[in-house]
């Protein structure tokens, strides 16, 4: 069975600090989907990025960025010059190739991150 | 306007009292899911469905029906609230044939309050 842990409950920084995002996944599929979400203090669900595990390429969009690593099963999210704004849940999540994901995917239980001013 | 709208936003309801958590989509998506969030505990699904005549069970289906009306609209049901239901709720929907990762595309939540 698919599972991803992301252990860090909680994570407060001062604004302008870089901070990381860990999250570890457990899969037997050698297809699959890696995602971020965030969830602002409004409720919402954002898409922030989808990875599939034939690219381990880091990906980098302006302040954000993403190291997949296959080797130890970890898929980290850093915010780089951290801001107010950024302060949210953060949900790592898996899905699995066979039958194309179509049992949904698996959520990690979030990290809440707060960035104080 | 939202490609994936739930109703209501907002509810609040009295334990044993029967709610209904509407999702409706213009994304011509034919999967439709349910999940529900629990602070500390991050999304697990309710029920999914790939048309209006394929309905599954999640990892937390007991005490919660459904109903897939129209390929665009899956109902969530709780024929009897306990407080313990009290939580977020969200609809999401996939396209496995653009894309076949399984990204969701999800409604705004509901929140629902059992008193």
């Known amino acids: 069975a698919q599972k991803v842990t992301q252990a860090q409950t909680e994570i407060s920084v001062v604004e302008k600090e870089d901070v990381t995002l860990d999250c570890v996944y457990e899969t037997r599929d050698t297809t699959y989907y890696l995602f971020w979400y965030k969830q602002p203090p409004s409720g919402e669900l954002v898409f922030l990025i989808r990875r599939n595990s034939f690219d381990e390429q880091n990906e980098i969009s302006g302040r954000y960025s993403w190291n997949f690593q296959k080797s130890t099963s970890s898929f980290n999210f850093t915010i780089t010059a951290s801001q107010v704004v950024d302060s949210a849940v953060y949900f790592c999540a898996l899905s699995e190739r066979v039958g194309g994901g179509a049992d949904g995917l698996t959520f990690g239980k979030g990290t809440h991150l707060i960035i104080q001013p | 306007d939202a490609d994936v709208t739930q109703t209501p936003r907002n509810r609040i309801t009295k334990t044993g009292k029967r709610i209904m958590l509407e999702c409706s989509q213009t994304?011509?998506?034919?999967?439709m899911y349910w999940y529900r969030q629990d602070p500390g505990l991050g999304l697990r699904l309710i029920y999914y469905s790939f048309d209006v005549k394929d309905i599954n069970k999640g990892e937390i289906s007991d005490g919660y029906s459904v109903s897939r009306q129209a390929q665009a609209k899956f109902s969530l049901s709780l024929e009897s609230a306990i407080p313990n239901q009290t939580a977020l709720y969200f609809c999401a929907t996939s396209d496995p044939v653009g894309l076949g990762t399984g990204e969701l595309f999800f409604g705004e939540g509901s929140r629902l309050t059992v008193l």
């Open positions: 994304k011509g998506h034919d999967r």
